[in-house]
């Protein structure tokens, strides 16, 4: 009955006239309860024509509830879950570089968008391997190499979203990007106008989050990130 039910939900969510966003998500959500009770060979393809509605829902910039992306994030990295390994990782290699796109997007400034793009990358990221992470990791970092410094959200959102895919990677070729991006963050934060302390809370979170991932070869960065964040603070205090 839950395989039958499935195939009822995933077909209706596959529908190109379903242009209703909350019932796009509730039929996502009934069609995540039935597939986590499926065996893994029954639940795969159905994760997969779920999670790919959903992966281009996301990618909407019309969509605009930050609610409803937050649910459809958390739903495509349940369908992404319940995807056997290969086909997880096909799926999560080639929809992770659309939502890196977005996220690099200089027009998208809404944080609620940002935010909701990010939890799906990284939701995404746990089931890459090294080789297809590199690629999505490399175009975030030239994203946050061409954002404006002022713009703290964005930046913080690329840095975040790095930070998933980076744990994928083998340390030695993740620490030059996040070295880089990192470096990013570092200039964002000596930048002598910027004085909004949430703004530099959040970037000051978003470095912490990517220096976990440096190795000792990334110390003269390091070191420059340290005086940053040491003039962040006296000019906060």
Do not use: H, I
Request: cysteine-free; charged content about 25%.
């Amino acid at each position: 009955l839950a395989g039958r039910g499935a195939v009822v939900l995933a077909t209706a969510l596959e529908n190109p006239q379903e242009d209703d966003s909350d019932r796009l998500a509730s039929l996502a959500k009934a069609l995540a309860g039935l597939v986590r009770w499926m065996n893994p060979a029954d639940a795969t393809p159905l994760a997969n024509r779920g999670a790919v509605v959903l992966a281009r829902a996301l990618g909407n910039p019309q969509e605009g509830d930050s609610g409803r992306l937050a649910s459809l994030a958390d739903l495509l990295g349940s369908f992404a879950m319940r995807m056997n390994p290969a086909d997880a990782a096909t799926f999560a290699a080639r929809e992770a570089m659309v939502l890196a796109n977005a996220l690099a997007d200089p027009k998208e400034t809404r944080s609620y968008r940002l935010s909701s793009l990010v939890r799906a990358l990284a939701a995404l990221a746990e089931r890459m391997n090294s080789a297809a992470a590199a690629p999505v990791a490399e175009r975030l970092v030239q994203a946050l190499e061409k954002a404006q410094e002022e713009d703290s959200g964005r930046l913080s959102s690329l840095a975040r979203a790095l930070a998933a895919l980076a744990v994928r990677m083998p340390p030695a070729d993740a620490a030059p990007l996040v070295a880089r991006g990192a470096m990013v963050l570092g200039k964002a934060l000596e930048n002598p106008q910027e004085m909004d302390s949430d703004r530099l809370g959040s970037l000051t979170r978003a470095l912490s989050t990517l220096a976990a991932q440096m190795d000792s070869a990334a110390a003269p960065v390091a070191e420059r990130l340290v005086q940053a964040l040491e003039k962040a603070q006296e000019e906060d205090s």
